[in-house]
């Protein structure tokens, strides 16, 4: 018996060593996403504003080309980062489920899962209540469209805004380039 009891022990320990493991990389990798997003923001707005600072003419053509080549590398590195996040958050979950099944009998982890999904759900259900009472008792608030943006919030995946952000900075920079050559009728290669 005593050898079967530390057998679990060492399970546990190992189980708790990979959650704990797993969740600093996925930590580790929301920091990084964040501080490379940031960056690539602030180089973006520097060659925005030196791009747009006068008229835009063929000396424009290099920054605006940064700007596109800024924005579709931030769309694709939070996309990857996205990805990996994920893989790191799947087994975290695998884990948090074996440990369940080893020592609580699928019981007490998977119970404290659902309780505070299903806490989760309420509150943004209140808030989704007192938004639509607000909107009925002002008929000016179409309100059949701000419950509708708000079951969108809910459903939307915050990794999807970073990749939306850095998709705005790409086009920006295809609408400056274009915007380059429609002004200057193709002269910047003459």
């Known amino acids: 018996m005593a050898k079967k009891n530390n057998s679990n022990d060492d399970a546990k320990e190992i189980l708790l060593t990979l959650i704990s493991e797993h969740f600093t990389h996925l930590r580790h990798m929301e920091t990084q996403r964040f501080s490379v997003s940031n960056l690539i923001i602030l180089i973006a707005a520097a060659t925005l504003t030196y791009t747009t600072h006068d008229k835009v003419d063929c000396a424009d053509l290099f920054p605006a080309f940064l700007l596109s080549v800024l924005g579709l590398f931030g769309a694709v590195f939070c996309t990857?980062?996205?990805?990996?996040?994920?893989r790191h958050y799947v087994r975290i979950k695998f884990y948090r489920n074996k440990l369940d099944e080893l020592f609580?009998?699928?019981?007490?982890?998977?119970?404290?899962?659902?309780?505070?999904?299903?806490?989760?759900?309420?509150?943004?259900?209140?808030?989704?209540?007192?938004?639509?009472?607000?909107?009925?008792?002002?008929?000016?608030?179409?309100?059949?469209?701000?419950?509708?943006?708000?079951?969108?919030?809910?459903?939307?995946?915050?990794?999807?805004?970073?990749?939306?952000?850095?998709?705005?900075?790409?086009?920006?920079?295809?609408?400056?380039?274009g915007l380059i050559f429609y002004k200057n009728k193709m002269q910047c290669f003459a």
């Open 104 to 177: 609580f009998d699928s019981q007490l982890l998977n119970a404290l899962s659902n309780e505070s999904n299903t806490a989760h759900s309420r509150t943004f259900a209140k808030s989704y209540k007192r938004i639509s009472r607000y909107c009925r008792k002002r008929p000016a608030l179409k309100s059949y469209k701000v419950i509708k943006i708000f079951k969108i919030i809910y459903r939307l995946k915050i990794h999807r805004l970073w990749v939306f952000l850095h998709t705005i900075i790409l086009f920006i920079g295809l609408f400056l380039i």
């Open 80 to 86: 990857k980062y996205y990805e990996r996040a994920t």
